[in-house]
Structure formats: C-alpha cells, structure tokens
C-alpha cells in the first residue's frame, strides 16, 4: 500500500509541476483523467498488490476524490445566493426590476426544462444507463435522497410545485434540503436584493454600504470557486483512480461513452443559449467570447 500511495503522490506531483509550466486547468484535468483511469487499471490487475493493499490504497485515494466533490456541492448554494442579490442590488431603475426578476426565474425554469430534455434523449438514444458505474455507500446514499425526492416531487400538483418554488426556511434551502431548493435560493436572492434596492432609495448611504458588501462578497465568493475548481485536476485524479481499480474494461468504455455524450449535451445547450441571446438580439458569439473564461 505505501508503494501505491508513493507512486500516487508522484502523479498528483507532475500535476503540479504541468501547472507551473502553464498548462491550462482543461488541458490538466484531461491529463489527470487518463493518467488516473490507467494507474486505477494497474492497480486492477494486481501486479504486485493484493486485494487488500488495493483496498486500503483506494480508501486514502478516495479522500482527495471525496473531499473534492464536497468541495463542489459545498460553494453551489452560497455562490447563487451571492451573484443573484449582487445582479439585482445593481439595478439602477427599480421600474424593470419585476420584469427582470420574472425573466430570470423564467430563464431558469426553462433552461433547466431544455437541459433535462436533452439529457433524456441522449441517454436514450445512446442507452446510457448506470450499469457498471462504481458505487459506494455515498453513492448509493445519494441515489436514495434522489429516489426519495423523485417521489415526493411527483406526488405534487401543479400549483404544490409552484408554491415549493417559495422559501420557506433559507437555511435549510441552502442546505439543498428540497427537490426545489435551488430555485428557492435564487428566489430569496431576488427578494433580499429589492430589499437592499428600496433600503439604497430610502437611506442611500446605508443602501450603498449594503452594495458595496455584496460586491465584496462577490469578489471573495468568485475567488472560492477559482480555488476549489483549481484543484480539478487533482479530484479528477482521485476519482478516476478509483474507477479503474473497481471497474471492468468494458465498464470504463462505457464511462469513456458517457463522458463524450456528455460534452455533446454541452454543445447542445450551448447551441439552445444561443438561440436565446439571439431572441433579445445579443450576438452569441461576442457573448460567448466574453464569457468564456468564466465559462471554461
């Protein structure tokens, strides 16, 4: 197991070493992907390795891999939150603010409706299903808190999934408790920017120190995510090994199948963000030009 751990710690060091030398994060995180898939398959064939050492080998890589996902889900919630009440304190003329309040969430429903759409038809049409995937007991934990709000979800009428849109108890939104906790969040967004708007019109100075707090937190909320998303290609690193230790060949062609339907559906919904900046006569590709640093 030391030996492993070694030779992973040596891959995790030519990361950093490709980072000095100016590799971009996507070209590094590719790099990651195929390095990890191949020491996971190395140590799949037990050259030198028992079941065991594998075993316990896996159980320290997976903390990097776990650790990293965490890290993900933990700055999703906070950084809606952040952008949704810093876009909205910054409305100068508070008579669009409802329209642009409706066309946000609109935008959100809509978009999150064509995504799922999309992904639906592709994974029919290319038969992808999670067969072979590798699950452990987060895994599998996650498919039950997924189950359960499957079912919860379906249970509701029209206007009880309208109404479970509405915060109830933010923190408990933040915290994803809910099929529609995300939606929630950006509604409370919303409302806590208008808030801030009507206080900047009534007492401008306190409105102003209130805007100038959420552009600060916005600052520091962007630099989490750029930190945590730089550590991309170590978590990939991480997770990939796991999978070629615990999967078949035919089961890693199959996340090889996955991974590129999964960036054709990313072209897709690039191609139907397009066609909605185009509808409010935006120049997608002056956008996209624009954004995609951020995008990347």
Same mark, same amino acid.
């Given at each position: 197991?030391?030996?492993?751990?070694?030779?992973?710690?040596?891959?995790?060091?030519?990361?950093?070493?490709?980072?000095?030398?100016?590799?971009?994060?996507?070209?590094?995180?590719?790099?990651?992907?195929?390095?990890?898939?191949?020491?996971?398959? %190395?140590?799949?064939?037990?050259?030198?390795?028992?079941?065991?050492?594998?075993?316990?080998?896996?159980?320290?890589?997976?903390?990097?891999?776990?650790?990293?996902?965490?890290?993900?889900?933990?700055?999703?919630?906070?950084? %809606?939150?952040? +952008?949704? %009440?810093?876009?909205?304190?910054?409305?100068?003329?508070?008579?669009?603010?409802?329209?642009?309040?409706?066309?946000?969430?609109?935008?959100?429903?809509?978009?999150?409706?064509?995504?799922?759409?999309?992904?639906?038809?592709?994974?029919?049409?290319?038969?992808?299903?999670?067969?072979?995937?590798?699950?452990?007991?987060?895994?599998?934990?996650?498919?039950?808190?997924?189950?359960?709000?499957?079912?919860?979800?379906?249970?509701?009428?029209?206007?009880?999934?309208?109404?479970?849109?509405?915060?109830?108890?933010? &923190?408990?939104?933040?915290?994803?408790?809910?099929?529609?906790?995300?939606?929630?969040?950006?509604? &409370?967004?919303?409302?806590?920017?208008?808030?801030?708007?009507?206080?900047?019109?009534?007492?401008?100075? +306190?409105?102003?120190?209130?805007?100038?707090?959420?552009? *600060?937190?916005?600052?520091?909320?962007?630099?989490?995510?750029?930190?945590?998303?730089?550590?991309?290609?170590?978590?990939?690193?991480?997770? +990939?090994?796991?999978?070629?230790?615990?999967?078949?060949?035919?089961?890693?062609?199959?996340?090889?199948? &996955?991974?590129?339907?999964?960036?054709?559906?990313?072209?897709?919904? &690039?191609?139907?963000?397009?066609?909605?900046? +185009?509808?409010?006569?935006?120049?997608? *590709?002056?956008?996209?030009?624009?954004?995609?640093?951020?995008?990347?």
């Amino acid at each position: 197991m030391v030996l492993n751990l070694i030779v992973f710690i040596a891959l995790l060091v030519i990361l950093v070493v490709l980072s000095r030398r100016g590799w971009s994060l996507a070209n590094r995180a590719m790099t990651a992907l195929v390095i990890g898939a191949a020491y996971g398959l %190395v140590l799949q064939s037990g050259i030198g390795n028992t079941v065991d050492s594998v075993n316990a080998t896996l159980s320290w890589t997976n903390l990097l891999g776990a650790s990293y996902i965490s890290l993900l889900k933990m700055i999703i919630m906070p950084l %809606v939150l952040v +952008m949704m %009440v810093a876009a909205v304190v910054k409305i100068e003329d508070t008579a669009t603010l409802g329209k642009i309040g409706g066309l946000v969430i609109g935008l959100l429903l809509t978009t999150t409706m064509l995504a799922a759409v999309i992904g639906a038809l592709l994974s029919a049409g290319f038969n992808l299903t999670a067969d072979g995937l590798v699950q452990g007991e987060r895994e599998l934990a996650r498919a039950s808190v997924l189950v359960t709000r499957q079912t919860v979800v379906a249970d509701l009428a029209l206007p009880q999934i309208l109404v479970s849109f509405l915060p109830t108890n933010i &923190f408990s939104d933040l915290a994803g408790s809910r099929p529609t906790s995300i939606i929630a969040v950006v509604i &409370f967004g919303i409302l806590l920017g208008i808030a801030g708007l009507l206080v900047k019109q009534e007492k401008p100075e +306190m409105g102003l120190q209130f805007q100038r707090a959420m552009d *600060l937190a916005q600052v520091i909320v962007l630099k989490l995510v750029n930190m945590i998303i730089g550590l991309t290609p170590y978590g990939v690193l991480a997770l +990939m090994t796991k999978v070629g230790a615990q999967s078949s060949a035919s089961d890693i062609l199959s996340l090889i199948q &996955f991974v590129l339907v999964s960036y054709l559906a990313i072209m897709l919904m &690039f191609l139907v963000h397009a066609a909605i900046l +185009m509808f409010f006569r935006v120049n997608p *590709l002056l956008y996209f030009k624009r954004a995609w640093p951020a995008l990347i």
